[in-house]
């Protein structure tokens, strides 16, 4: 099967997101990327958190708005969350714990990656072991407060090894391999 790839943009300052989950700000730094053509390629599956999934869209009203990557991918998507809807949505599964949102996941995935959205879902995978690269594509603008790439009260250490590091006019984007 294929491996966990937690793919996010960042401002330099470290949030995902701004105040109350505001993604508008990502929306600039949207454009022709190589390296988040490459990254399309290789997904499988999606693994995402019910509040990403419900969340505010950088591609809100461009006619690519709730469209994983702006329509650039499509398939499976796996949606962790606590409360279930009772009205389906295509092409969404939703799941309630994390072990069996990643399984099916995998399995959908293939020998692809599943890729990983939410910071929460995010660490919880790191806590559980099960996520193996963190893609990062980090912009050039500083938010001052939001959703960080990853918080864990208390700290901890999470050892990571460089495997990529790319440049384009509006991001530069480092990929790493958890080892520990």
Sequence with gaps: MGKTLYSVTMSLDGFIAGPGGDMSWLTEHLGPDPAVDELVGEIGALLVGNRTFRGDDPH??????????GGAWTGPQFVLTHHIPDTPVPGVTFVDDLGSGVAA???????????????????QCLEAGVLDEILVFVAPVMLGDGVRLFD??????????????NHVPHATSIRFRVVG
Aim: aromatic fraction near 4%; hydrophobic fraction near 35%.
């Design 152 to 165: 864990h009260p208390g700290g901890t250490n999470v050892r990571l090894e460089r495997i990529a590091l």
């Design 60 to 69: 809100r009203g461009t006619g690519k708005e709730e469209k994983p990557f």
């Design 105 to 123: 996941a995998k399995a959908a995935a293939g020998e692809k990656y599943v890729n990983i959205l939410g910071a929460d879902v995010a660490r």
